[in-house]
């Protein structure tokens, strides 16, 4: 509209604006089809799970939802009994194990695949093939591998039950259970942590370390004052998107310490059993929301703290 | 020449389609595979098929029953008609009853009559007959014969104490030659089948059923505590550290390896352990579970058994009504109980001679079977799964060491009064 009440003052200008404008409605038409896909996929059961979230509704009647408030997250009885899942001493568990996962499986993650990646850049030989191969644990669907676990870890014929630690399960004491989940994300997620840093590294420009050779720079000094630095924005990244991926963490819980142990080990599990074992939709949408939010908050943080562009 | 050869091809393809439309409807069961289950449940779906000429497809269901339920609660919410028959278990008929079409009326009143009239009343929910039993299970102790002889024992315990006594002095004995030689092995891990295996401690222990049958919560009680102290001891001194990780296809697998010399199971074990491939074939034995001492002491095996519905949103009702009337019929379940030692739901069964050349403690054990200990799923109703979740989880802390019988169980009320809430 505006622009054609300005028509008249200055016709070419708004010749090359009609054109933008032509090309921003064609933008739009472009769009819409992805507009429409995420709405669809992501949008509504977004916004179905944040409305049974304030209901109370049964997985098998879902049409039947009655509308609780808030009392889902938290809530108080006539007599004074707690409910809603932050009143569950399960689900803090949950979360406390689900964070220390995050924390040390990312922690040892980077590290480890700083380490790889840093080797396999390097030239020597045999190089795509070691490139290939270290991608296979990351390669086998987490369930396959969840399972193999498993079976290593049995006290009774696993390799590292019965062979290194002569008849005891690491997964039977839930004290221990948590640091064998995290050997299993370890070994899995490295070669994907390596993969995404080995990546960054190979855009660093070669010149600029011929250069510091040049000038006497230890090999030391060489990655600390200049891989590091140029390799922060893929590093950051490769660590959001991992830490993500830790906290949304299910399957290696669940196969490897059952339904029940996984809801108490991690935020998923304990979702899944509200919504799918106890068939309370209501709740386990509460559930959903609490760590959709608290992931998010965990995202705000990282990228405010180390300032990420995305672009 | 050409156009006439086609001709011919084209009539000869529609013949076939019409011939196989002939050949009547698909119809697609669910069913268990856990030990021998699956390859049963196929052969007795083909011997229907060839009878009638329908065609059978098996969908194969996850191992670990909670798995089952929360895979088939999703199916039945969508109104999914890709499953026509469900094997349902004995504790779920009371949570899924309304996507089942109600049996009555379309099987022959003196079929259900044939049954045991308690297993027709639990997949009975309000008037509506759900299911039909198809097998019945109870918890049973297994033991190795060849064992029992060579350290001078003549029968099986009796008694929790006697299993105690007898499993470390077994275990001390065959562990100077095979280090993984265990004295007993049950189902140790956190899900619905340590609720079975603790159900059969609290009650042989006099600590009654957790939720009684009006509904209230019994579970705090010493001798439900001292039942839970009495298996706790046995983690790390006859059990493996590991049995706390078990379900029953790990218990059997280290009993069927030769590894263990008393071992806690369904009956179904028994076929897989005369197996050609057992390592403990000819040597085991089998008997009740033992019972605890003090008053109200008894032996007590917890009801399992897994029953047959027809889904509401089948597209093959008539055909599938007829699948689950021939495999809960009488000749299906005979070869089931002879071929997997699944125990059948028809009391005429256990008189039956081929059945008892098969299974020999079947005619012995028919009051173990028969006058099982039920979970608490018929007074807990639609709250079970968290019940028995609460119930098995308190249980396992008891078993790692994480807290004791006394703590566990008033821990467990208070837990199972915030469930109940306003009521069941």
Same mark, same amino acid.
């Given at each position: 509209?505006? &622009?054609?009440?300005?028509?008249?003052?200055?016709?070419?200008?708004?010749?090359?604006?009609?054109?933008?404008?032509?090309?921003?409605?064609?933008?739009?038409?472009?769009?819409?089809?992805?507009?429409?896909?995420?709405?669809?996929?992501?949008?509504?059961?977004?916004?179905?799970?944040? #409305?049974?979230?304030?209901?109370?509704?049964?997985?098998?009647?879902?049409?039947?939802?009655?509308?609780?408030?808030?009392?889902?997250?938290?809530?108080? %009885?006539?007599?004074?009994? @707690?409910?809603?899942?932050?009143?569950?001493? @399960?689900?803090?568990?949950?979360?406390?194990?689900?964070?220390?996962?995050?924390?040390?499986?990312?922690?040892?993650?980077?590290?480890?695949?700083?380490?790889?990646?840093?080797?396999?850049?390097?030239?020597? @030989?045999?190089?795509?093939?070691?490139?290939?191969?270290?991608?296979?644990?990351?390669?086998?669907?987490?369930?396959?591998?969840?399972?193999?676990?498993?079976?290593?870890? &049995?006290?009774?014929?696993?390799?590292?039950?019965?062979?290194?630690? %002569?008849?005891?399960?690491?997964?039977?004491?839930?004290?221990?259970?948590?640091?064998?989940?995290?050997?299993?994300?370890?070994? @899995?997620?490295?070669?994907?942590?390596?993969?995404?840093?080995?990546?960054?590294?190979?855009?660093?420009?070669?010149?600029?370390?011929?250069?510091?050779?040049?000038?006497?720079?230890?090999?030391?000094?060489?990655?600390?004052?200049?891989?590091?630095?140029?390799?922060?924005?893929?590093?950051?990244?490769?660590?959001?998107?991992?830490?993500?991926?830790?906290?949304?963490?299910?399957?290696?819980? #669940?196969?490897?310490?059952?339904?029940?142990?996984?809801?108490?080990?991690?935020?998923?599990?304990?979702?899944?059993?509200?919504?799918?074992?106890?068939?309370?939709?209501?709740? %386990?949408?509460?559930?959903?929301?609490?760590?959709?939010?608290?992931?998010?908050?965990?995202?705000?943080?990282?990228?405010?703290?180390?300032?990420?562009?995305?672009? | 020449?050409?156009?006439?050869?086609?001709?011919?091809?084209?009539?000869?393809?529609?013949?076939?389609?019409?011939?196989?439309?002939?050949?009547?409807?698909?119809?697609?069961?669910?069913?268990?595979?856990? +030990?021998?289950?699956?390859?049963?449940?196929?052969? +007795?779906?083909?011997?229907?098929?060839?009878?009638?000429?329908?065609?059978?497809?098996?969908?194969?269901?996850?191992?670990?029953?909670?798995?089952?339920?929360?895979?088939?609660?999703?199916?039945?919410?969508?109104?999914?008609?890709?499953?026509?028959?469900?094997?349902?278990?004995?504790?779920?008929?009371?949570?899924?009853?309304?996507?089942?079409?109600?049996?009555?009326?379309?099987?022959?009143?003196?079929?259900?009559?044939?049954?045991?009239?308690?297993?027709?009343?639990?997949?009975?929910?309000?008037?509506?007959?759900?299911?039909?039993?198809?097998?019945?299970?109870?918890?049973?102790?297994?033991?190795?014969?060849?064992?029992?002889?060579?350290?001078?024992?003549?029968?099986?315990?009796?008694?929790?104490?006697?299993?105690?006594?007898?499993?470390?002095?077994?275990?001390?004995?065959?562990?100077?030659?095979?280090?993984?030689?265990?004295?007993?092995?049950?189902?140790?891990?956190?899900?619905?089948?340590?609720?079975?295996?603790?159900?059969?401690?609290?009650?042989?222990?006099?600590?009654?059923?957790?939720?009684?049958?009006?509904?209230?919560?019994?579970?705090?009680?010493?001798?439900?505590?001292?039942?839970?102290?009495?298996?706790?001891?046995?983690?790390?001194?006859?059990?493996?550290?590991?049995?706390?990780?078990?379900?029953?296809?790990?218990?059997?697998?280290?009993?069927?390896? +030769?590894?263990?010399?008393?071992?806690?199971?369904?009956?179904?074990?028994?076929?897989?352990?005369?197996?050609?491939?057992?390592?403990?074939?000819?040597?085991?034995?089998?008997?009740?579970?033992?019972?605890?001492?003090?008053?109200?002491?008894?032996?007590?095996?917890?009801?399992?058994?897994?029953?047959?519905?027809?889904?509401?949103?089948?597209?093959?009702?008539?055909?599938?009504?007829?699948?689950?009337?021939?495999?809960?019929?009488?000749?299906?379940?005979?070869?089931?109980?002879?071929?997997?030692?699944?125990?059948?739901?028809?009391?005429?069964?256990?008189?039956?001679?081929?059945?008892?050349?098969?299974?020999?403690?079947?005619?012995?054990?028919?009051?173990?079977?028969?006058?099982?200990?039920?979970?608490?799923?018929?007074?807990? $109703?639609?709250?079970?799964?968290?019940?028995?979740?609460?119930?098995?989880?308190?249980?396992?802390?008891?078993?790692? $060491?994480?807290?004791?019988?006394?703590?566990?169980?008033?821990?467990?009320?208070?837990?199972?009064?915030?469930?109940?809430?306003?009521?069941?």
């Amino acid at each position: 509209m505006t &622009n054609l009440s300005k028509a008249p003052t200055a016709p070419p200008t708004t010749r090359r604006k009609g054109i933008e404008a032509t090309r921003a409605r064609q933008a739009i038409w472009f769009l819409l089809p992805a507009l429409i896909a995420i709405a669809v996929v992501a949008g509504y059961p977004l916004l179905r799970t944040i #409305y049974f979230s304030m209901h109370e509704a049964n997985l098998t009647s879902p049409e039947q939802a009655k509308y609780v408030g808030f009392t889902n997250f938290y809530g108080t %009885g006539d007599e004074g009994v @707690k409910f809603g899942f932050l009143t569950d001493p @399960k689900w803090w568990s949950a979360v406390k194990n689900t964070l220390l996962f995050t924390v040390v499986s990312v922690a040892l993650e980077t590290v480890l695949g700083m380490v790889i990646a840093l080797v396999v850049n390097s030239a020597f @030989k045999g190089r795509s093939l070691m490139r290939t191969a270290m991608l296979i644990p990351w390669a086998i669907p987490t369930v396959v591998s969840a399972q193999m676990w498993a079976y290593m870890y &049995n006290d009774n014929f696993g390799l590292i039950g019965r062979g290194l630690l %002569g008849g005891q399960s690491p997964l039977a004491d839930t004290g221990t259970a948590i640091w064998a989940l995290i050997a299993v994300d370890v070994w @899995k997620t490295t070669s994907f942590m390596a993969l995404l840093i080995l990546a960054g590294l190979q855009s660093l420009p070669s010149d600029m370390y011929e250069a510091a050779d040049m000038d006497g720079a230890s090999k030391w000094t060489q990655f600390w004052r200049m891989t590091l630095p140029l390799l922060r924005p893929a590093l950051l990244v490769a660590l959001i998107f991992r830490s993500l991926d830790a906290l949304r963490v299910f399957d290696v819980m #669940y196969v490897m310490l059952g339904p029940n142990t996984a809801a108490e080990t991690s935020m998923t599990g304990y979702a899944r059993q509200a919504m799918i074992d106890n068939s309370q939709l209501g709740l %386990g949408s509460a559930v959903s929301v609490a760590i959709f939010l608290l992931i998010m908050v965990i995202v705000v943080m990282y990228v405010t703290a180390f300032r990420v562009k995305f672009d | 020449m050409k156009k006439a050869l086609t001709l011919i091809t084209l009539t000869a393809a529609m013949a076939a389609a019409a011939n196989a439309n002939a050949a009547g409807v698909t119809v697609t069961i669910a069913c268990g595979t856990v +030990g021998i289950e699956l390859k049963m449940c196929q052969d +007795g779906g083909a011997r229907w098929a060839k009878a009638t000429g329908n065609t059978v497809k098996v969908f194969q269901s996850p191992n670990l029953t909670n798995d089952r339920l929360g895979l088939y609660q999703q199916q039945l919410a969508a109104k999914s008609s890709d499953i026509d028959v469900y094997q349902l278990d004995v504790v779920w008929p009371g949570q899924l009853a309304q996507h089942f079409i109600d049996l009555n009326g379309k099987v022959p009143a003196a079929t259900i009559k044939s049954y045991f009239p308690g297993m027709i009343a639990a997949d009975t929910v309000g008037s509506k007959l759900v299911a039909l039993p198809w097998f019945t299970d109870a918890g049973l102790l297994y033991y190795r014969t060849d064992m029992l002889k060579k350290y001078g024992y003549t029968k099986a315990p009796t008694t929790w104490a006697e299993l105690a006594t007898m499993a470390a002095k077994i275990q001390a004995g065959e562990q100077k030659t095979n280090k993984q030689f265990v004295g007993y092995v049950f189902q140790g891990k956190d899900y619905e089948g340590l609720t079975c295996d603790a159900v059969e401690w609290v009650v042989s222990n006099g600590g009654g059923t957790i939720v009684d049958a009006s509904g209230k919560i019994t579970i705090n009680n010493p001798n439900a505590a001292k039942a839970l102290d009495t298996a706790a001891s046995w983690v790390k001194t006859i059990s493996p550290s590991g049995v706390t990780t078990y379900g029953e296809e790990e218990a059997r697998g280290i009993f069927q390896a +030769g590894n263990s010399a008393f071992m806690r199971n369904w009956p179904y074990a028994w076929a897989l352990g005369q197996g050609a491939d057992s390592k403990v074939k000819g040597k085991i034995g089998v008997a009740p579970l033992p019972k605890g001492t003090g008053a109200g002491a008894r032996n007590a095996a917890a009801l399992g058994g897994w029953q047959l519905g027809v889904s509401q949103y089948s597209k093959n009702q008539e055909a599938a009504i007829s699948l689950v009337t021939y495999l809960a019929g009488p000749a299906e379940q005979k070869i089931r109980a002879i071929e997997g030692t699944y125990n059948p739901t028809l009391p005429a069964l256990y008189k039956d001679a081929d059945i008892l050349k098969a299974n020999p403690f079947f005619g012995s054990l028919y009051s173990v079977f028969t006058g099982a200990a039920a979970r608490p799923s018929g007074p807990t $109703g639609v709250k079970y799964n968290q019940v028995s979740q609460a119930f098995s989880g308190a249980v396992h802390d008891v078993l790692t $060491g994480k807290t004791n019988g006394t703590k566990a169980v008033a821990g467990l009320a208070t837990t199972l009064a915030r469930i109940k809430g306003t009521g069941w």
